[in-house]
């Protein structure tokens, strides 16, 4: 199996979890039925969490890391405001495709604060995927990223731990040992510095014998769209349910929220370790999520 392999997957298991989730806006649609195996009507379309993801995966395919100029004119260029980008994305993403560096346009957001929000850390997991064992490597490749859409240190700071987590997932995978939670959790922590992410991820740990209930009530589960709010619950959910892909889906559907972004993030970790089949990515999921763009899809 090689970092593609992984990098794959994972980029499955975040389209997977991203469309899905997206389904439980849709009327109709309750988790109930769900685990009843009443499954949404195909096919089910993907929003802006995998389309920038499928940036990022193109950008690893072609070049092996991030060029942050290059990832910034393939958001610019695939960008489609349809998708669910939030108002901040949109404003940002034109600028880019009519020209204004990342870096001005990033740095000018939120008056100059730059973007807080989950946007950097629905997208990355599959970077996490293309470095297992590597954290370090994944955590600087992470940041990278996030920069290229948000300057503030929490966003960027979420998405290098889930980044962590996907490549601990994926070493796990590799040398066919279940990493534990608390050791999952541990790993991220090591790349973290003072922060509102590392303290929930703190949280995070000393919840994981809780409720999902529990846990989306004291860690947030991405109602507010911002890091903190969203990326400790989802590492929560992917550390407690690593080997159960169904499993960890029904979770953030559980939490409620912001489902696609949380079940994209859980997703591309989960899928890291599981893989499609068995325990992972269900086939019959997969084959109605809206097929991929590119080259990206399983069949080519």
Request: glycine share 12%; aromatic share 6%.
């Amino acid at each position: 199996m090689t970092m593609m392999d992984l990098c794959t997957d994972s980029l499955d298991g975040l389209s997977v979890g991203d469309a899905l989730g997206a389904q439980f806006f849709v009327p109709g649609t309750s988790l109930p039925a769900l685990l009843a195996g009443q499954l949404p009507d195909a096919p089910w379309p993907w929003t802006d969490d995998t389309e920038m993801a499928c940036s990022i995966v193109d950008e690893l395919r072609e070049h092996g890391g991030i060029d942050q100029d290059r990832l910034a004119v393939r958001f610019a260029e695939r960008f489609e405001p349809y998708r669910g980008y939030g108002g901040g994305a949109v404003v940002l993403l034109r600028q880019l495709r009519d020209g204004v560096p990342w870096r001005d346009a990033a740095g000018a957001a939120f008056g100059g604060q730059g973007s807080m929000g989950n946007g950097a850390a629905m997208r990355v997991a599959p970077l996490g995927a293309f470095h297992p064992g590597d954290s370090r490597t994944a955590a600087l490749q992470a940041m990278r990223s996030a920069e290229v859409t948000h300057a503030h240190a929490e966003a960027v700071l979420g998405a290098a731990a889930v980044a962590v987590a996907a490549a601990e997932a994926g070493w796990a995978r590799l040398t066919r040992h279940r990493i534990a939670p608390d050791d999952l959790l541990d790993a991220v922590l090591a790349h973290l510095v003072e922060s509102k992410v590392m303290d929930g991820m703190v949280r995070a740990r000393r919840l994981l014998g809780a409720s999902v209930a529990e846990a989306a009530y004291e860690l947030g589960n991405g109602s507010q769209v911002l890091a903190f709010d969203t990326v400790p619950f989802a590492l929560w959910v992917a550390a407690t349910r690593l080997d159960d892909y169904p499993a960890a889906i029904h979770a953030c559907v559980e939490a409620g929220g912001d489902v696609d972004t949380t079940a994209a993030i859980v997703g591309g970790i989960v899928a890291a370790y599981t893989g499609v089949g068995g325990d992972g990515v269900p086939a019959g999921w997969l084959e109605r999520r809206e097929p991929l763009p590119g080259g990206l899809n399983r069949s080519t």
